[in-house]
């Protein structure tokens, strides 16, 4: 409504009202498919709390910067629709990633790269394999991870998806991070180009803050706490200052810069944001929320005088 009165008031071009309109349906695919995920019937319970939580906001859709950055649709209306129903199984993937769905997540994602691979269409290739990188990263498969990541790094660079890239290069240095793989001095290396593609975004925000966090991941993995603690600090401040920042990813950034930081009543207090951030959108009773009040009480000093319990 508010898009189509703008437009209707000559404050904003045809052009700009296609680019607000795609953005929103967006959204709304994605509120469908969590909708469709949490009313069907399934042998297993999903995790409606964190469906819900990490649908993508709204405020986005209304920036002129960020809708307009966003990579067009085909001008072939046959392959304009085969791409529109190839990117539903991209959100339908993500949602049964949240809902804590790996095995059909992954199933649905892998279905998207071979639909991506024979429309030729490289900017959805990139976003498939970036989803499919991204469940496999918490999942069994995460030695295949890093391929699927490098693969959609290439394509992104190659088509000028700076979202995607700015991610896979995030994304690729935490996975490799953890896995012990590549020596941590080419890692950090790979760092200012994580940020770079992230400052080329018209809201950088929510991208700066992943490639600060997995920057710190790498200095832990170095026993660098110092440098660790600086940059999860910076992906604190960056999330802050995000439009789309995911909260749970916003609540780990506050936990990490926490297990970096040697002060017990700095450190409280950061476990103390992080939980209340996971409490505002998952409740009292989510096993995330719970997890995090059990490290907090590990970590913590003195437990007979601390609330964490």
């Known amino acids: 409504r508010d898009a189509c009165l703008v437009h209707h008031r000559g404050e904003q071009s045809s052009t700009l009202l296609d680019a607000r309109m795609r953005c929103l349906q967006q959204r709304r695919g994605a509120l469908a498919s969590a909708v469709r995920l949490l009313s069907g019937r399934s042998d297993s319970p999903f995790d409606a709390a964190q469906v819900v939580a990490r649908l993508p906001a ?9 809708v307009m950055a966003e990579v067009a649709i085909p001008e072939d209306p046959v392959l304009a629709t085969a791409v529109a129903a190839a990117e539903e199984r991209v959100t339908e993937a993500r949602t049964r ?3 804590g769905d790996l095995s059909g997540a992954e199933r649905i994602a892998e279905a998207a790269v ?11 290739l990139a976003e498939a394999l970036l989803a499919l990188g991204t469940i496999e990263m918490s999942g069994p498969k995460a030695s295949e991870a890093t391929g699927h990541l490098e693969e959609a790094t290439a ?3 190659a088509t000028h998806h700076d979202a995607v890239a700015a991610e896979t290069f995030a994304r690729r240095i935490f996975v490799e991070a953890m896995a012990n793989s590549t020596p941590t001095d080419v890692l950090l ?10 400052q080329r975004l018209p809201e950088p925000a929510s991208a700066l803050a992943r490639a600060s966090s997995n920057e710190g991941t790498v200095h832990l993995a170095r026993a660098d706490r110092t440098r660790a603690a600086e940059a999860f600090g910076r ?7 995000a439009i ?11 936990q990490y810069l926490a297990y970096a930081t040697d002060d017990p009543q700095q450190r409280d207090s950061l476990f103390a944001r992080s939980e209340a951030g996971l ?11 719970l997890q995090r009040r059990l490290v907090r009480a590990w970590l913590m000093s003195d437990l007979k005088t601390s609330g964490a319990l």
């Open 189 to 198: 290396a790979q760092v200012p180009l994580a940020r770079a593609f992230a």
């Open 114 to 124: 071979a639909e991506a691979r024979r429309l030729e269409f490289k900017p959805l």
């Open 97 to 99: 990633f949240h809902g």
């Open 155 to 157: 394509v992104a660079v």
């Open 235 to 241: 992906a604190v401040a960056e999330s802050d200052h």
């Open 279 to 289: 409490l505002a959108v998952l409740g009292l009773d989510h096993p995330l929320v």
């Open 244 to 254: 789309d920042v995911d909260p749970i990813e916003r609540s780990n950034y506050l």
């Open 58 to 66: 709204l405020a986005p859709c209304s920036d002129v910067g960020f």
